[in-house]
């Protein structure tokens, strides 16, 4: 597939944002296991979430974060928030910040998505407490 100027540059910040914010282990993962079905809707994420929305300048990785994983634990996609859980030794925000924006999400999305979400972040942080006592 030919790419036009744009989209290549789209696509190179994004795998260097997506790589910094996930981590490469994770991003390295995801494209190897890339098909020919979903090859290029791993190109399309790689250059429009991440090249097009994350690469921009005006909120910070940080305000990306919050407001990332607000939406996912809204939502209820319980996979991808734990992933941006994950992310946030990378974002940096702290287990304070989350914690202060899953009480949000109770109060606005509703007790059961902020009982779920709280669940998945003590299960996401026991394992990097685990992972950084090794």
């Known amino acids: 597939m030919s790419e036009s100027k744009p989209d290549k540059e789209l696509f190179d910040l994004g795998l260097q944002v997506r790589r910094e914010t996930l981590g490469d282990e994770y ?9 020919e079905l979903d090859e290029e809707f791993q ?7 991440w090249g097009a929305v994350w690469g921009r300048d005006t909120l910070s990785r940080r305000d990306r974060s919050l407001i990332t994983i607000t939406q996912l634990a809204s939502l209820g996609h319980h996979e991808e928030l734990a992933l941006h859980l994950r992310a946030t030794v990378n ?8 914690k202060e924006v899953l009480m ?4 606005y999305s509703g007790v059961p998505a902020a009982n779920s979400a709280f669940k998945i972040a003590k299960e ?7 992972m950084k006592r090794k």
């Open 27 to 35: 991003v390295d993962a995801a494209l190897a296991k890339a098909t």
């Open 91 to 98: 974002t940096g925000l702290s287990r304070e910040d989350v």
């Open 104 to 107: 949000q999400v109770g109060v």
């Open 124 to 130: 996401v942080f026991a394992n990097l407490d685990k």
């Open 43 to 49: 190109r399309l994420i790689t250059a429009t979430a």
